[in-house]
């Protein structure tokens, strides 16, 4: 890896980093648990689209990492890992799909892998079936916000110099 796309690698991760703390002072939107928009997301759509899968899973490591050691609690970990590999994984097949063309639904799928990700990993380290009743909401909200951080990123990536 040269120099220079260490450095911008290493710029986009702090970009994540700060967008995920900005984010976190935002109060909650709606009254359940694990609904937010993922604006750090945004970041990993551009890396998807102008590098390969392998930064931005270096990229999303980081951002996990950092933002657990910061911020967060061991368990809140494994949801960010949980989430964000499963996520990422369907977004990196989506992107190969469409050609990294329509950022929108790219997110959208992103979205939808990071909060059945984090509900499957609620389901397992808690045994408790209950968990399966917020699916719905889940897969409403997970849609929803990848779109907006799916466009989010199209134009961010316009007005990024090449």
């Not at 551009?46 to 899968?53: G, K, N, Q, T």
């Not at 063309?101 to 380290?125: D, E, P, Y």
Request: charged share 10%; net charge positive; with cysteine.
């Amino acid at each position: 890896m040269n120099i220079k796309k260490l450095t911008l690698l290493a710029l986009f991760t702090t970009a994540s980093l700060a967008v995920y703390v900005i984010e976190s002072a935002i109060p909650p939107l709606v009254p359940i648990p694990g609904i937010k928009l993922g604006l750090a997301n945004i970041v990993t759509l551009v890396l998807l689209r102008r590098f390969s899968a392998r930064d931005a899973l270096l990229v999303l490591f980081c951002r996990i990492f950092l933002s657990a050691l910061l911020f967060g609690q061991a368990l809140s970990l494994l949801y960010s890992l949980a989430g964000g590999m499963a996520s990422l994984a369907v977004m990196a097949g989506v992107m190969a799909l469409l050609q990294k063309k329509l950022l929108f639904l790219t997110g959208a799928s992103g979205g939808l892998a990071h909060n059945l990700g984090q509900l499957f990993t609620a389901w397992i380290i808690t045994a408790t079936p209950g968990v399966l009743a917020y699916l719905p909401f889940l897969v409403l909200s997970g849609i929803i916000t990848g779109i907006f951080t799916g466009f989010c990123a199209h134009f961010l990536d316009r007005y990024l110099p090449s």
